[in-house]
């Protein structure tokens, strides 16, 4: 399988895309208005104990209160009873529940206490984020756990020799010294020398984050994990990436340091694309996102799937379309159609980032050996999934139900707001994506040459968003595409609508350069 990286950098955002035989298959973002914060570590205030369900809330000083399960709370055993390693090597965290050897909430935690928690989980919706008292610091080759006492080794390396000679060599590095760690899959292969090294660095890093917690007074950030393009490489880019393509020079520089520093025989796949075209234009990833976004995906054999996000669960529905097969034998051709949707739904769960409870209603199936055929195929197109997933068997009704890890907000819930003309039941772009969408049309005008002079009318909201937050956004655009630039608001337009007019004659071009 050929696997690439694609990073698209501006100072208002980053994109990463992740991309498989040539299609996009996971997306994701930064920008300074999210507040990422998961993977931060806080030293947080205990608000409340409810022994009712096992669980406290803490201030760490966020808007929402930090949700602590009694079963992620550390027990004291000397990280025996923590969860596994990961597939990326990262410790996965608790199911809901106790575990058996934990505590009562009760007597474990109380009010007013003050603890170190690290976040696992975004704040989604109405909840805030789910921390944990289990800190864990993720380094290139190892995941570092100050409180644990075992040697785990990632799920994805496989051979056993391997897996028993890592285990052996973090065991003697470790010695004496306190805590634990985890090999994580960029470690398949690791020297002593790159395992001394950065085990010494991490530990350096809990000491002086020990020691900032205890001079710090709680609610406080203590320490902050890396940012996304940071993480990304950090995580996830080994021998198994054919490339990393940037298209902002400084990060670039950025991440070919770091690739030197720690795995410097992958530094000749780490490229600076600095082409007019925006790369992700050049990609075609710029449409595969807009498709992110639809209701109804086509399937290759003519069929479709119709995916509905809800606050409670996910609802896909499978459909033979215009796809008709053989008349003879129409459980062929529903075999096909639901072949086809095992494999798209299992792309596009992970490409829109959605988690939580997933319902798929595949059509209706008369052999059991075609029905255990689409539920092989679903799981294991998931399987190259980083978030963890389950599935169970079909339903009385025919219905598969799934769930898959809720780390963040979906890509929809993250890029778009309810939208105040239908109370609430659609989505519209927020004036942040709007003014971005904006940028990227007028530097593809640039591109392509064809034009002098360009005035852009967006919804007065966007246009008092520009001014509070980005007075500078028409000049330094203007100076870097050399194009005579104008911005006005019209309140004529919708909030998530804008429009792109050439030329004294303002002809309208928007649809030329907003992507499909």
């Not at 449409?287 to 399937?299: G, H, M, N, P």
Request: charged share 30%; aromatic share 4%.
């Amino acid at each position: 399988m050929k696997r690439e990286i694609l990073v698209s950098a501006s100072d208002q955002e980053s994109w990463v895309a992740l991309k498989e035989d040539g299609r996009l298959a996971e997306l994701m973002f930064d920008r300074p208005d999210q507040g990422r914060i998961v993977g931060n570590i806080f030293l947080g205030r205990v608000d409340a104990v409810l022994p009712g369900i096992q669980a406290a809330f803490v201030d760490i000083g966020e808007e929402k209160a930090a949700f602590l399960h009694a079963s992620d709370v550390e027990t004291g055993d000397n990280g025996q009873e923590r969860a596994s390693p990961g597939q990326d090597g990262k410790p996965e965290p608790q199911r809901r529940g106790r575990s058996r050897n934990a505590p009562p909430i009760q007597d474990a935690l109380q009010r007013d206490q003050v603890l170190l928690v690290q976040v696992t989980k975004e704040s989604i919706s109405t909840k805030g984020p789910r921390v944990t008292t289990q800190i864990s610091l993720p380094g290139r080759f190892l995941v570092y756990l100050p409180n644990a006492g075992n040697v785990g080794v990632s799920r994805k390396i496989g051979q056993r020799s391997e897996r028993a000679r890592l285990r052996a060599m973090v065991r003697e590095v470790i010695g004496d010294g306190t805590g634990g760690a985890i090999v994580r899959t960029a470690g398949e292969e690791l020297t002593q020398k790159k395992l001394e090294r950065e085990y010494s660095e991490l530990r350096r890093l809990w000491e002086s984050l020990e020691q900032r917690a205890k001079l710090a007074q709680a609610p406080t950030l203590v320490h902050e994990d890396e940012k996304l393009v940071s993480g990304v490489v950090r995580d996830l880019f080994t021998d198994k990436f054919e490339a990393v393509t940037v298209d902002d020079r400084q990060l670039h520089q950025q991440i070919l340091k770091y690739v030197k520093t720690f795995d410097p025989e992958l530094a000749d796949r780490i490229h600076y694309y600095g082409e007019k075209k925006p790369l992700f234009d050049q990609a075609g990833i710029e449409e595969e996102i807009q498709r992110a976004f639809r209701r109804r995906v086509e399937l290759p054999t003519g069929g479709h799937v119709i995916i509905e996000q809800t606050e409670a669960l996910v609802s896909v529905d499978v459909n033979t379309g215009r796809f008709t097969g053989k008349k003879k034998d129409p459980e062929d051709t529903i075999l096909k159609t639901n072949l086809d949707a095992a494999r798209e739904i299992a792309n596009q769960l992970r490409l829109r980032d959605v988690g939580g409870i997933v319902v798929i209603d595949f059509i209706d199936m008369e052999r059991q050996q075609n029905r255990s055929r689409v539920l092989h195929e679903l799981r294991s197109h998931l399987g190259r999934d980083r978030a963890r997933t389950k599935t169970w068997e079909l339903s009385e009704l025919g219905l598969v139900e799934m769930t898959r890890q809720r780390v963040r907000p979906s890509l929809l819930h993250s890029l778009t707001e309810p939208c105040a003309a239908c109370g609430g039941t659609g989505r519209v772009w927020t004036a942040p994506t709007l003014v971005r969408e904006i940028e990227r049309c007028v530097r593809r005008a640039a591109a392509l040459g064809d034009e002098k002079q360009l005035l852009v009318r967006v919804h007065p909201g966007v246009a008092l968003q520009v001014m509070e937050f980005e007075p500078r956004f028409v000049r330094d655009l203007a100076r870097r595409t050399r194009l005579r630039l104008d911005l006005r608001d019209d309140p004529l337009l919708r909030h998530d609508e804008f429009r792109i007019l050439s030329g004294k004659a303002q002809v309208d071009v928007t649809d030329k350069y907003r992507a499909a």
